[in-house]
């Protein structure tokens, strides 16, 4: 039995600066992925969008991120460019990833689940994640690359931190990772009660994150 929230989608706000809709996570980064893509200008480089199935439950499902499916297709796509395996693990070494899945935006009534100095917020960008217990992809070096793409597109971005004592939960990011060594960064757009039938994000960090997205498959 599954409970559906029926009522269509909409904006809110004073400036229409709000969405409102179910399944923000992560609808809204793949469509944000889907619109980059088109928009970006063909180049020499082998550009990828991958959008799996099943993140909620595990990945770990033939079409899930768990499974062989992108190792398999990266390199039928690299052996048939040049035709040798060595040209796939050269490929992987220059490659760069963005995990994208939505942040858990700070809320006014819950505060003290949110580190007090790394929180992000509603309209303040991309968030960049990390995680100490090493449950994203994030490091100092994939972040700042991160950073400067979105420095570069002209588009604020943010970071956050898990509460020392809160458990958070983990994505795409690193189980792509572990089968596949790229290096990579997790990220998201904030937004407000995640995984509830109804979430809420802003307008414009979609916006912002659309124009990340063409920024990064520009280069």
């Known amino acids: 039995l599954y409970l559906a929230d029926a009522t269509p989608a909409c904006t809110f706000g004073v400036?229409?600066?709000?969405?409102?809709?179910?399944?923000?996570?992560?609808?809204?980064?793949?469509?944000?992925?889907?619109?980059?893509?088109?928009?970006?200008?063909?180049?020499?480089?082998?550009?990828?969008?991958?959008?799996?199935?099943?993140?909620?439950?595990?990945?770990?499902t033939k079409q899930g991120a768990g499974s062989p499916f992108l190792s398999y297709m990266l390199q039928r796509i690299a052996l048939a460019q040049s035709h040798t395996e060595e040209a796939y693990y050269q490929a992987v070494e220059r490659a760069f990833m963005i995990s994208a899945d939505n942040a858990h935006a700070w809320h006014p009534n819950y505060s003290e689940k949110f580190d007090p100095t790394n929180h992000p917020k509603l309209g303040g960008g991309p968030v960049i994640k990390f995680n100490a217990a090493q449950k994203y992809a994030s490091d100092a070096v994939s972040a700042a690359i991160f950073a400067n793409i979105c420095d570069a597109a002209s588009v604020p971005c943010q970071r956050f931190v898990n509460h020392s004592d809160v458990a958070g939960?983990?994505?795409?990011?690193?189980?792509?990772?572990?089968?596949?060594?790229?290096k990579g960064v997790d990220m998201g757009n904030a937004i407000l009660a995640m995984h509830s039938c109804r979430e809420t994000g802003s307008v414009i960090d979609h916006e912002y994150c659309v124009k990340a997205f063409t920024k990064f498959y520009q280069l």
């Open 15 to 60: 400036h229409d600066e709000f969405i409102s809709s179910g399944r923000l996570d992560d609808l809204s980064m793949c469509w944000a992925g889907i619109e980059a893509m088109i928009a970006s200008d063909a180049n020499d480089t082998t550009q990828v969008l991958a959008i799996f199935d099943n993140e909620e439950t595990g990945s770990q």
């Open 169 to 182: 939960g983990s994505t795409l990011g690193n189980i792509l990772a572990s089968s596949i060594p790229l």
